[in-house]
């Protein structure tokens, strides 16, 4: 079958080519009831535009920027990365895509970053959000100003941010707590939790879903304070090996942030045996995975989250829908069986 055209939507609305293609770019001097006739027009035919095409024949650009973390975390390295490589695909669609770096867990870094760009912002922005009321204030003055904001990881949801791109970090908790359990069973004990910081909203919802699963299912199981370590490994591998010292009771972990190796590290030290959840798939899990010292890992993949921000705000600027599935990020499990 072929493709519905802007010229049979003219022909079935019983209107020009030229009227046709002002309703679909919202252009002035059209009556109401024209634009109902060739809506409805579109509607009979199943008419679907080709946003790509017609954006090439106006001369139409995007101009979309991440504002992400630049910490040491091997997941941030490969989100940038990520970036770079889209910034190449997508100048194909004439969509520019930008870069901008800022130190982790660091609202001010965030804002300065924002203001930084003046009036050169272009059309929207993805950024990894941590939970601050100037944040919130910087979101709601891009959405004022008309740019479109979408929160990419680590969401904001009590802002004015018009889209999460990201896992469900609730079920993300709940399915680490599952798998640790598992692991764990049948001894009892304390388990250790290690985060980046409390400021940062997946984090928080990760625990939020370990904590669920751990309270409801494991009547035999502590689960202790966490570990905030800033997403840095020789601040994780101090904190934990100080709390594996004073407490042989632990034998268990969930490691929801950053700071990956710092907790592998202090784990192949300890005299006790503990299973390892985490959640960074780098070269030294991977490593982890293979000698035994983790017992899994979750992943989102960066790669698909990058892909979906710019999707996201390129559908927000042309007002067209989403896509729902294709959006969707899954939670996916590695553990010694499933590497490649």
């Excluded at 090439?56 to 970036?83: M, P």
């Excluded at 912002?121 to 479109?148: C, K, M, N, T, Y």
């Excluded at 632990?250 to 190796?261: A, I, K, M, P």
């Excluded at 959840?277 to 070269?283: C, D, N, P, W």
């Amino acid at each position: 079958m072929s493709r519905v055209t802007a010229q049979d939507v003219a022909r079935e609305a019983g209107v020009s080519l030229a009227t046709v293609d002002r309703v679909l770019n919202k252009r002035k001097g059209v009556r109401e009831a024209t634009i109902h006739r060739v809506t409805a027009a579109m509607d009979r035919l199943n008419f679907v535009r080709d946003q790509t095409a017609a954006n090439l024949a106006r001369g139409r650009s995007y101009r979309f920027t991440f504002i992400v973390s630049a910490g040491e975390t091997a997941f941030f390295n490969d989100v940038r990365s990520e970036i770079d490589i889209a910034r190449a695909q997508s100048a194909k669609e004439r969509i520019d895509i930008r870069s901008i770096a800022v130190p982790p867990l660091d609202p001010a870094a965030i804002v300065d970053a924002i203001d930084g760009m003046g009036d050169n912002i272009g059309d929207g922005i993805a950024l990894v959000a941590v939970e601050s009321q100037i944040v919130r204030d910087a979101i709601a003055a891009l959405r004022e100003r008309g740019v479109h904001v979408v929160s990419f990881i680590s969401d904001i949801p009590n802002s004015e941010r018009e889209r999460f791109v990201g896992i469900d970090n609730v079920a993300a908790g709940r399915v680490a707590a599952s798998l640790l359990k598992r692991f764990v069973s049948p001894r009892s004990g304390d388990i250790a939790v290690v985060a980046g910081s409390g400021t940062l909203r997946d984090h928080v919802e990760r625990r939020m879903g370990f904590e669920q699963v751990m309270r409801a299912e494991c009547p035999d199981l502590n689960v202790l304070p966490w570990i905030e370590g800033e997403e840095l490994a020789g601040i994780v591998e101090e904190k934990l090996s100080a709390l594996l010292d004073e407490n042989p009771n632990v034998v268990g972990l969930y490691s929801l942030g950053g700071g990956t190796r710092g907790v592998i590290d202090a784990i192949e030290a300890a005299e006790q045996e503990i299973s390892v959840v985490t959640t960074e798939l780098s070269q030294h899990t991977r490593a982890a995975l293979i000698s035994g010292t983790v017992d899994a890992v979750l992943v989102q993949d960066p790669s698909h989250e990058v892909r979906s921000a710019i999707r996201v705000l390129k559908h927000l600027t042309d007002e067209t829908p989403i896509n729902e599935k294709q959006e969707r990020i899954r939670i996916e499990i590695f553990v010694r069986d499933n590497l490649h």
